[in-house]
């Protein structure tokens, strides 16, 4: 209990600094930055195409192929680029969401004659228990045994075990894992090379209550009661978004009599859902991630409902969620950080998934695994050589690009995090958006924010 007291106060204490960062943030991320980009020299501020458009570096460009960027004779071999990847286990829904997309850029990248004419191969590296040696372990193959030129990831170890393998490397390293230790951890450590493609998971908290906010406000919802019951499970990144909801909604005046934290993967729900019947309150929050236990909590809710919204964080992304929940998913709210965006650009990627594959695409990790591979690609190729780690780091610090999931901008050259909009930066052309969906009459419906909205929120159907 001791080591989870820490973890606790860590997390309230990251939670208290990000408020600090946010005033400093939105100041030095704004739209004279992002014009004064576009004119200036080299590579600062560029979009880079409309998330299906690339950019090759010149088929002659000589290259090394040894990390330093010499000159020399053309290198025609293959580049290596690795996945990290929960391809078997309880995550493997997720797992094969990331590969997929990761292949899906590949294979485009490929199709267009590759990164100077050199076709790119994907090797995976398979972490199926999330367990930090697996993380080390396959960070080690990647960059000694493979000499891989870029990683890609969609989680990684919630403490950064692996990060120093990758920061001695300088191998750029992107990931979705979407906690602000992570990024943490990056910029007190001054590692230059290792980017969370997504913003943090305490906006999941903080920009939920205001959302709650206007549908109480144009009448929309009218809570049973001004009361949350928060369920987490044991893990730093659940009990982070929980604490950051807690903080922002009894800031508000509600309060919290439900507080529980379940050890995941979890199955039976029964003794917590005892206890928020027995009390039942206005609002339930949900921080476990993993869509088993999302599916299985909504049927069991649903068994005996009360007057309460069910928000699930996350994990209703994964298609695996609806095939599980059925009908006992319609009426959830969730939301993700990091999400495929209903547009034009948004709907070929969704298109271009489910002719490959033959199924429908989850609506976070396989756009943005697409969109980090095609943002390096994307630099690798103005750098010349894709193994001048130097050169193509440099590059990635200057580039805006707009992809499937919307833009990705650093926060900082030394905070390696993109910015939530509007939670953070109130212009979707300079952050991501933070995207809220209610699955309604069986689809996903994005009811916030706008431009992205498709329709609006309902009353669940369980409500009288």
């Not at 440099?394 to 650093?410: A, D, E, F, H, M």
């Amino acid at each position: 209990m001791a080591e989870n007291d820490d973890i606790t106060n860590d997390i309230q204490d990251s939670i208290d600094e990000i408020d600090g960062k946010v005033q400093n943030a939105a100041s030095n991320v704004s739209r004279r930055d992002f014009v004064r980009g576009l004119t200036g020299a080299g590579v600062g501020g560029l979009i880079v195409g409309g998330g299906l458009g690339y950019l090759l570096a010149p088929k002659d460009a000589g290259t090394s192929g040894g990390g330093t960027g010499g000159g020399g004779t053309a290198d025609t071999s293959d580049i290596k680029i690795g996945s990290v990847s929960p391809v078997t286990g309880p995550y493997s829904g997720d797992g094969q969401e990331m590969t997929r997309g990761q292949q899906l850029a590949i294979d485009e990248i490929n199709a267009n004659g590759g990164i100077g004419g050199r076709k790119l191969t994907l090797v995976i590296g398979d972490v199926t228990d999330l367990a930090p040696e697996n993380y080390v372990q396959v960070a080690q193959r990647l960059v000694n045994q493979e000499k891989v030129a870029a990683v890609f990831s969609g989680y990684c170890s919630n403490d950064s075990t692996e990060f120093p393998v990758y920061a001695d490397a300088g191998v750029p390293v992107f990931h979705l894992n979407t906690l602000q230790a992570n990024v943490d951890y990056v910029t007190e450590k001054k590692i230059t090379n290792i980017y969370e493609g997504c913003p943090t998971e305490v906006w999941y908290g903080k920009g939920f209550v205001p959302l709650m906010q206007a549908w109480i406000a144009d009448g929309s919802w009218k809570p049973s009661s001004n009361t949350a019951a928060i369920v987490t499970s044991n893990d730093p990144y659940s009990i982070s978004i929980a604490q950051a909801f807690k903080k922002s909604v009894e800031a508000i005046g509600w309060t919290v009599p439900v507080y529980e934290e379940v050890t995941a993967p979890n199955a039976d729900w029964g003794p917590i859902l005892t206890k928020i019947r027995s009390n039942p309150p206005g609002l339930i929050y949900v921080t476990d991630y993993i869509p088993g236990d999302l599916a299985s909590f909504a049927k069991q809710f649903r068994d005996a409902p009360t007057q309460s919204l069910l928000y699930q964080q996350y994990g209703p992304s994964v298609p695996e969620y609806l095939q599980l929940a059925k009908e006992a998913g319609y009426g959830v709210v969730w939301s993700t950080t990091i999400g495929t965006l209903p547009d034009d650009t948004g709907k070929a990627f969704l298109d271009l998934y489910k002719n490959k594959f033959g199924s429908e695409a989850g609506l976070s990790q396989a756009g943005g695994e697409y969109d980090m591979v095609k943002l390096w690609a994307q630099t690798a190729a103005m750098a010349g050589d894709p193994y001048n780690f130097t050169q193509v780091n440099k590059l990635l610090k200057q580039v805006i690009y707009r992809g499937v999931s919307g833009t990705y901008k650093w926060i900082s050259d030394t905070e390696l995090a993109v910015a939530p909009y509007p939670d953070l930066v109130n212009d979707p052309s300079l952050a991501m958006p933070h995207l809220t969906y209610q699955i309604q009459d069986g689809k996903q419906v994005a009811v916030f924010p706008e431009p992205y909205a498709q329709g609006k929120f309902q009353s669940p159907p369980w409500f009288k």
